[in-house]
């Protein structure tokens, strides 16, 4: 393919010298690193995926990097955010980045959005002038509202995603192929797909496909090689497999197959039925928010534990956290399991279903508990839509973050 | 027999297992075939009889709604991938 544009801009002695192992490529020489000052790039997030993308992107020279982040660095990023550090923590991770970014490179313009990306702020700051955009969010309403408004846009999206062990590698380009709806018409339910913060994260994945991300866009302003549209890297770590697939463009795709004028940006988080970043307000509509959930405090659950009280607390999280720490004395099914159960049962199946359940009495006190309380409310919701009593059912506030806070501080949190 | 790969995310609802051995001589067949061994992923893949929109089916590397769909026919030693939505990246 042609590269994206043709701008070129000068470098003075010093760059040259700097990029000396790019310019002395065919592939690339003096023009092409005048064409990559030229360039412009958008990543939106600088955690796992944006910190390699930001350090590689930064050091090949391109020119002004956009960065789109509302959040601080946390102890608990640095497994895999390497763009940040100690010395960082506590700090925005725009500001963090940037800094970074600059000592590497001080040629180069980073250019800070600090809001998280909504459908009301997009095409204000996708239109300011991006080349390529470069997707490491870590939600579904985020990934659709990045595509649609890419697409909107006719600007390359370069894909990345990851679970656990396992990576996706893209690039959504509507002008010259499919786009992420139509590989993904629509999200899994909320529920069905844990999140990296639930399900984990090999920390070194995030470099990997991050890394990835960066080639893909250097290729599509150079215009060289054969770019990632209308293919899909599937990687396995654990087995170190890569594969390739075929995605193919939907004629019927509401989105990259109409006119782009036509292309609105949704409430995404509706569509999605999860909310898009912890700032955000939205509540899914079966979830625990649209009722009221009665709550105790851990020293309630240290009480009616070491009381004997005929009360069963339950432990809503994953098996893998379940290891990590736990209190004693619970019975533990993870969420995702009673969400299952109820749509099972409310869609007439009872096999599997009712034995996921048989262990949670429906004449007892139920105390449920997960790491923050998010989960073990909406668990509550589920079960109430089963025939459980909510008189009967109550949240544990605060989860097991403040079992460890207030009861046990040897206990390790995460 | 032919063989479906199991993305991570569903590995939980077969026992962690990523490769299972599939019978049957089309698509619909191999995949009711691994819903008998491993119940607890229906849900998670049909809606109904219908395959849910969010779940991606490919035979090498071919989406199967660019073939015949479930009725594809498949031999012995085809190999089968559901594609996960995943959506990891930032945090």
Same mark, same amino acid.
């Not at chain 1, 959005?113 to 969010?137: C, H, K, M, Q």
């Not at chain 1, 004693?328 to 599997?352: E, S, Y």
């Not at chain 1, 073990?376 to 973050?401: F, H, P, Q, R, T």
């Given at each position: 393919?042609?590269? $994206?544009?043709? !701008?070129?801009?000068?470098?003075? %002695?010093?760059?040259? %010298?700097?990029?000396?192992?790019?310019?002395?490529?065919?592939?690339?020489?003096?023009?092409?690193?005048?064409? $990559?000052?030229?360039?412009?790039?958008?990543?939106?997030?600088?955690?796992?995926?944006?910190?390699?993308?930001?350090?590689?992107?930064?050091?090949?020279?391109?020119?002004?990097?956009?960065?789109?982040?509302?959040?601080?660095?946390?102890?608990?990023?640095?497994?895999?955010?390497?763009?940040?550090?100690?010395?960082?923590?506590?700090?925005? %991770?725009?500001?963090?980045?940037?800094?970074?970014?600059?000592?590497? #490179?001080? *040629?180069? /313009?980073?250019?800070?959005?600090? *809001?998280?990306?909504?459908?009301?702020?997009?095409?204000?700051? @996708?239109? /300011?002038?991006? &080349?390529?955009?470069? &997707?490491?969010?870590?939600?579904?309403?985020?990934?659709?509202?990045? #595509?649609?408004?890419?697409?909107?846009?006719?600007?390359?999206?370069?894909?990345?995603?990851? @679970?656990?062990?396992?990576?996706?590698?893209?690039? @959504?380009?509507?002008?010259?192929?499919?786009?992420?709806?139509?590989?993904?018409? /629509?999200?899994?339910?909320?529920?069905?797909?844990?999140?990296?913060?639930?399900?984990?994260?090999?920390?070194?994945?995030?470099?990997?496909?991050?890394?990835?991300?960066?080639?893909?866009?250097?290729?599509?302003? $150079?215009?060289?090689?054969?770019?990632?549209?209308? !293919?899909?890297?599937?990687?396995?770590?654990?087995?170190?497999?890569?594969?390739?697939?075929?995605?193919?463009?939907?004629?019927?795709?509401?989105?990259?197959?109409?006119?782009?004028?036509?292309?609105?940006?949704?409430?995404?988080?509706?569509?999605?039925?999860?909310?898009?970043?912890?700032?955000?307000? @939205?509540?899914?509509?079966?979830?625990?928010?649209? +009722?009221?959930?009665?709550?105790?405090?851990?020293?309630?659950?240290?009480?009616?534990?070491? #009381?004997?009280?005929?009360?069963?607390?339950?432990?809503?999280?994953?098996?893998?956290?379940?290891?990590?720490?736990?209190?004693?004395?619970?019975?533990?099914?993870?969420?995702?399991?009673?969400?299952?159960?109820? #749509?099972? +049962?409310?869609?007439?199946?009872?096999?599997? *279903?009712?034995?996921?359940?048989?262990?949670?009495?429906?004449?007892?006190?139920?105390?449920?508990?997960?790491?923050?309380?998010?989960?073990?409310?909406?668990?509550?919701?589920?079960?109430?839509?089963?025939?459980?009593?909510?008189?009967?059912?109550?949240?544990?506030?605060?989860?097991?973050?403040?079992?460890? &806070?207030?009861?046990?501080?040897?206990?390790?949190?995460? | 027999?032919?063989?479906?790969?199991?993305?991570?995310?569903?590995?939980?609802?077969?026992?962690?297992?990523?490769?299972?051995? =599939?019978?049957?001589?089309? =698509?619909?067949?191999?995949?009711?075939?691994?819903?008998?061994?491993?119940?607890?992923?229906?849900?998670?893949?049909?809606?109904?009889?219908?395959?849910?929109?969010? =779940?991606?089916?490919?035979?090498?590397?071919?989406?199967?709604?660019?073939?015949?769909?479930?009725?594809?026919?498949?031999?012995?030693?085809?190999?089968?991938?559901?594609?996960?939505?995943?959506?990891?990246?930032?945090?």
């Amino acid at each position: 393919m042609s590269a $994206l544009h043709s !701008r070129l801009a000068d470098l003075s %002695k010093d760059e040259v %010298k700097r990029y000396s192992r790019h310019v002395i490529m065919p592939e690339v020489g003096m023009e092409g690193q005048r064409r $990559l000052k030229a360039s412009s790039v958008l990543l939106i997030g600088t955690g796992g995926l944006g910190s390699p993308l930001a350090l590689y992107l930064a050091a090949a020279g391109i020119g002004r990097i956009g960065l789109v982040d509302y959040d601080v660095v946390d102890f608990s990023n640095l497994q895999r955010q390497v763009i940040h550090g100690v010395s960082t923590v506590g700090l925005s %991770k725009l500001d963090s980045a940037a800094a970074r970014m600059l000592d590497l #490179n001080p *040629e180069i /313009e980073v250019v800070k959005y600090n *809001e998280p990306l909504t459908s009301e702020n997009a095409l204000r700051i @996708f239109g /300011e002038d991006w &080349d390529v955009v470069i &997707d490491g969010t870590d939600n579904f309403p985020t990934r659709y509202l990045v #595509n649609d408004a890419c697409v909107k846009l006719g600007i390359p999206n370069v894909y990345g995603s990851i @679970f656990r062990f396992e990576g996706q590698l893209s690039v @959504f380009y509507g002008e010259q192929g499919p786009c992420y709806r139509c590989m993904f018409p /629509e999200p899994p339910p909320p529920g069905l797909v844990p999140s990296c913060a639930e399900g984990g994260v090999l920390g070194i994945l995030p470099g990997t496909i991050g890394t990835m991300q960066a080639t893909e866009a250097i290729k599509l302003l $150079l215009g060289i090689g054969d770019p990632m549209i209308g !293919r899909m890297l599937l990687y396995d770590a654990l087995e170190m497999s890569f594969h390739t697939i075929k995605i193919r463009k939907d004629p019927a795709c509401p989105v990259c197959s109409v006119d782009k004028a036509d292309v609105a940006l949704l409430d995404y988080e509706q569509f999605c039925g999860m909310p898009a970043h912890d700032h955000s307000e @939205f509540s899914s509509v079966d979830d625990a928010d649209d +009722i009221d959930v009665q709550t105790v405090t851990v020293h309630d659950v240290k009480s009616a534990l070491e #009381n004997g009280d005929d009360v069963l607390v339950i432990d809503v999280r994953d098996p893998h956290e379940w290891d990590i720490s736990a209190i004693a004395g619970t019975l533990r099914i993870p969420k995702p399991d009673i969400q299952l159960a109820k #749509n099972g +049962i409310q869609a007439g199946r009872k096999l599997w *279903e009712e034995t996921v359940l048989q262990g949670i009495p429906k004449d007892k006190t139920l105390y449920l508990h997960c790491r923050s309380g998010v989960r073990s409310a909406d668990s509550i919701a589920y079960l109430s839509e089963v025939g459980y009593d909510l008189d009967k059912m109550y949240n544990v506030e605060g989860g097991i973050l403040a079992w460890a &806070d207030e009861i046990d501080p040897d206990m390790p949190k995460y | 027999m032919a063989k479906i790969r199991i993305p991570t995310p569903l590995r939980a609802f077969t026992d962690g297992a990523a490769d299972i051995d =599939v019978a049957g001589g089309t =698509v619909g067949e191999a995949l009711a075939n691994l819903l008998d061994q491993h119940p607890e992923l229906r849900a998670h893949l049909f809606n109904g009889e219908e395959l849910r929109s969010f =779940v991606n089916i490919f035979i090498g590397d071919e989406d199967i709604r660019f073939l015949q769909g479930l009725d594809t026919e498949i031999d012995a030693n085809e190999s089968l991938r559901i594609i996960p939505s995943i959506a990891g990246g930032l945090k």
